[in-house]
């Protein structure tokens, strides 16, 4: 069971603020869709919109293709998991899930069945008579999963999750989230600062910023192409080089990015780019080689995701490949690939590097 | 280093003792001396207890009558207010902005004892509410219901808004939520309820105006002991002492109360509005 | 005051939830108001109270102003309060900073034992410091009277001011003291250190960090106490009785008596009105101070 939820030019005013402004957004039935964005991005608000507890200011809010702007929260018939967990304080596991059902004027046999396979199947059913202030972080957070989920609804939302929980709790209630998806089909909107979660959890992923949506695809796209600076900054598995440069056309049809002394000729043209700018620029650490020999030298080595990065100490300092011989303290020497460079306006905006058909490289 | 700072603080203690609690101190411990040992300086510490002022005060000072009275007025008026206070006090919560509306609860605090006590006794003459016990419980209940309202408010605030979201989610009726709101702050609701008592059990003035023969609190009773024609001041002693005694328990209470914690544990974590 | 909840209840339900409360508050608070004014224009006899009202107008009022002992009163009050005052503010820095520079388990009996007066009914604070200067029975006599003072202290209208002065003080002054303790205890940990680490010397301190912390809040005390120490009554009434003569006589005496004792509560209700102005100005005061903290 799995509803389709649509945006329509969803506008949310706070006075003189704006927390959302003409989003449009179309998630298909029962997609896990990420929702990332710095902070004040309006992802929470994204939510709540959706959720009921925020009024919109205009546009359209859709279930199924039925307006539900105007509907209450408990009508629009969705599951939410809030970072505070939001659980029932000085009340036992078992009355939090029974609630909802209650609620609804399910009778109380059937109920506690329900809540008893439930917990069962989320690893919580020797806590259920246990006051909520007694388990866990990690717990609570199952707590509340079981309480949305109750109800057995079409539509879950979950509001960074795992933001209050420690490191080590966080994969196993991941892998939960995806196979409770895997297994009902309902449609879920996961808000998280955490490229990882997101990397790993969502079908698609919807990237806020002051907010407007700023880019709507899979991770991978976000990864290739980020639409923002933001976004390439977060979308990275690897450590980022980052930092800021002039774009130069030395002859026509011929651009380069002064980096310091070094010189990067690009392999194609940006994209409405005129003259000379100024830009950031990012590159992630698998464009950049470090060898021995050189001028440079090599702080420290480590081993991520099964690569061997090291830190290298120049004129800039940069998270570069460490080739075949390069050791802690040895001289090394950087080789970047210029292809693999993204660059980005002032405003944070990615500027497009076309490929030119007769573009030659010097 | 330690060890300096205990004595100095056992000193301060010591110190800090004597003049707040020294003078109800000495009081009670006078209750229970004999009428000839108060007058005798010789014998201060030294002496052999009686029950008889206690006895005394019973017996022909219907002190029991008053201290139920007492009793009656100033439970009854604590739980009455609570109970008006607490849906006033979840809908302010929830609903703020009305700044004016909570002023306006917490002024009747603020206003002379005669303000009230006077148009009361007009009022209540012509109703025939006075001296009665239900008069001066309606009396004390509307007076506490002010503060009443501004201190569960603030204790409502404390709620995470991930509580209230998750109701509105879960579809749960108002009823549902303040039934369980109040549940979850309980040491505040008790505080409350204690602060209330308190209120009423000393109330002087309008008790004094609104109370007869039959109806006198304890306060009042301790007045009409005190003449200038001569004082039984063992048994005024001891109906002081008898008098203070809730309000120490109620001040023990209510420190055990706010140290247990009005913090919801886990749920207190920063309310990391994020967006 | 500023709350951090989004609105998530509609006004109508705030407003079925608020209304009731309002309307008990209203008729236990706002009606004695106007019925108040209503009596101040009309010449009333306790005994006769509801049933017989003769109309004056603005005549004791008028009358009041005219009337000695009310000035008097006045007077007393507004030395009363002035003294009280200086010397809780004063006093309650000191008993602040003090309670302040202890934690812990000492901390929590020395706030414990200062919170007693605040509990005790004002009533009995007034009949406890009476049995005090009793001068057959009281301890307070006796040490007075080791200290060289003879005679009886509440039958001297200058000494009786005093007493009555300094019991208001010994009730209060913890109140001033633990307000003042939190505030101080609110200063963040890191500055505090920090002005350790620099050497800070003490008046700099108290310039730089104690008193910004303590600046508002102690305002707020100091009406706070104006507006309660210009309605005391029960402990007064008790020690005193407004005497000897009228030299404790306070506004609040002056009331009682002529309301209750002359029963004039026509009288007494306009000289009610006259103080309920005066504690309404200040709480307005109060009320700007605090939605500003």
């Known amino acids: 069971m799995a509803v389709r939820v649509t945006l329509e030019r969803v506008s949310v005013h706070y006075g003189q603020r704006a927390g959302l402004r003409d989003l449009t957004l179309d998630v298909p039935p029962g997609e896990f869709l990420g929702v990332v964005g710095p902070s004040g991005s309006g992802k929470s608000t994204t939510l709540r919109v959706i959720a009921g507890l925020t009024r919109i200011t205009s546009g359209r809010v859709l279930f199924d293709g039925r307006e539900v702007q105007d509907d209450r929260p408990a009508s629009r018939n969705v599951g939410m998991v809030f970072q505070q967990f939001g659980l029932y304080p000085r009340t036992t596991v078992k009355e939090n899930i029974l609630l909802p059902l209650r609620a609804r004027g399910v ?73 409770l998806h895997q297994e009902q089909g309902m449609t879920v909107l996961y808000v998280t600062h955490d490229p990882l979660e997101v990397a790993l959890l969502a079908q698609r992923v919807a990237v806020l910023e002051a907010g407007q949506l700023v880019q709507l695809g899979r991770f991978s796209e976000l990864e290739r192409q980020p639409a923002t600076f933001f976004i390439a900054q977060h979308s990275a598995a690897l450590p980022l080089n980052v930092g800021e440069g002039i774009l130069n056309q030395e002859l026509p049809g011929c651009w380069y990015l002064q980096v310091d002394q070094e010189r990067l000729t690009l392999k194609g043209i940006p994209e409405g780019v005129s003259s000379t700018c100024a830009v950031s620029w990012t590159l992630n650490a698998h464009a950049v080689g470090a060898s021995p020999g050189g001028t440079a030298t090599t702080e420290r080595i480590v081993s991520m995701l099964g690569i061997r990065l090291a830190r290298i100490h120049g004129e800039r300092s940069w998270w570069a490949v460490a080739h075949d011989g390069l050791t802690e303290s040895s001289n090394a020497e950087i080789s970047i690939d210029p292809g693999a460079v993204k660059l980005f306006r002032k405003d944070g905006t990615a500027i497009r590097i076309l490929d030119q058909p007769n573009a030659k490289s010097r | ?83 008006f206070a607490i849906p006033a006090a979840f809908g302010l919560s929830l609903r703020p902005g009305r700044n004016r509306l909570l002023f306006l609860f917490l002024s009747a605090r603020m206003a002379p004892a005669a303000a009230l006590a006077l148009p009361l006794f007009l009022v209540f003459r012509s109703v025939g509410l006075v001296d009665t016990l239900l008069g001066l419980t309606l009396a004390h209940s509307g007076l506490s219901l002010g503060f009443a309202v501004w201190m569960l408010k603030g204790f409502f605030d404390e709620l995470p808004q991930s509580f209230v979201d998750a109701a509105s989610v879960d579809g749960l009726s108002i009823f549902m939520t303040i039934r369980l709101a109040s549940r979850a702050i309980l040491p505040g609701l008790a505080t409350t309820v204690v602060f209330s008592f308190l209120f009423s059990w000393n109330e002087f003035f309008i008790s004094m105006i609104l109370t007869g023969r039959r109806t006198s609190t304890v306060p009042i009773a301790v007045l009409g002991l005190v003449t200038p024609a001569g004082t039984l001041w063992g048994e005024v002693a001891a109906i002081a002492t008898a008098a203070i005694i809730p309000a120490i328990i109620s001040m023990v209470l209510v420190r055990g109360l706010l140290a247990r914690g009005l913090t919801f544990g886990a749920f207190r974590e920063a309310e990391w509005q994020s967006e | 005051m500023t709350s951090t909840r989004t609105i998530s209840i509609s006004t109508r339900t705030a407003l079925g939830l608020v209304a009731p409360s309002l309307a008990v508050f209203a008729l236990a608070t706002l009606l004695p108001f106007i019925v108040l004014a209503w009596m101040s224009v009309h010449e009333m006899d306790l005994s006769q109270a509801g049933t017989q009202a003769n109309f004056v107008g603005l005549h004791h009022y008028v009358e009041l102003i005219g009337d000695e002992r009310f000035r008097a009163a006045i007077w007393t009050t507004s030395g009363f309060v002035a003294t009280g005052l200086a010397i809780e503010t004063i006093a309650g820095c000191a008993l602040g900073f003090i309670l302040h520079s202890f934690s812990g388990a000492i901390r929590k009996l020395v706030s414990t034992v200062v919170l007693i007066p605040m509990v005790i009914a004002p009533v009995l604070v007034g009949l406890t410091w009476l049995f005090l200067l009793q001068p057959n029975y009281g301890l307070m006599a006796h040490i007075l009277a080791f200290c060289g003072i003879e005679g009886t202290i509440l039958s001297d209208p200058g000494r009786a001011l005093l007493v009555v002065r300094l019991v208001d003080v010994w009730e209060w002054t913890p109140f001033v003291g633990l307000v003042i303790a939190a505030a101080l205890d609110a200063i963040p940990k890191t500055a505090r250190e920090a002005a350790e680490v620099d050497g800070i010397n003490f008046r700099d301190r108290i310039r730089f960090l104690y008193w910004p912390a303590t600046r508002r809040l102690l305002f707020l005390v100091m009406i706070l106490r104006t507006i309660d120490t210009l309605k005391v009554f029960d402990s007064v009434y008790l020690l005193t009785g407004g005497g000897p003569g009228t030299s404790t006589e306070l506004i609040s005496l002056f009331i009682h008596r002529v309301a209750i004792g002359q029963t004039r509560i026509g009288y007494g209700a306009a000289a009610t009105v006259l103080l309920s102005y005066i504690v309404l100005g200040l709480t307005a005061i109060f009320y700007r101070q605090v939605k500003r903290v």
């Open chain 2, 1 to 83: 280093m330690r060890s300096k700072r205990f004595i100095v603080g056992a000193l301060i203690f010591v110190a800090f003792a004597f003049v707040w609690f020294g003078p109800a101190g000495w009081l009670a411990l006078s209750s229970f001396k004999h009428r000839i040992d108060l007058l005798d300086w010789n014998v201060q510490l030294k002496f052999s207890p009686t029950l008889n002022n206690y006895r005394g005060a019973f017996a022909h000072d219907e002190f029991g009558t008053h201290f139920v009275n007492s009793m009656l007025v100033a439970t009854g008026s604590a739980l009455a207010a609570v109970i």
């Open chain 1, 107 to 179: 009778d109380i046999s059937t109920a506690r069945k329900q809540v008893a396979s439930l917990a069962e199947r989320i690893g919580i059913e020797t806590l259920l008579s246990r006051s909520v202030e007694e388990i866990s972080g990690g717990e609570q957070q199952r707590v509340a999963l079981a309480r949305a989920l109750i109800r057995k609804p079409p539509l879950l939302l979950l509001d960074e999750p795992l933001a209050s929980l420690d490191v080590s709790l966080r994969s196993s209630l991941r892998n939960l989230f995806s196979e």
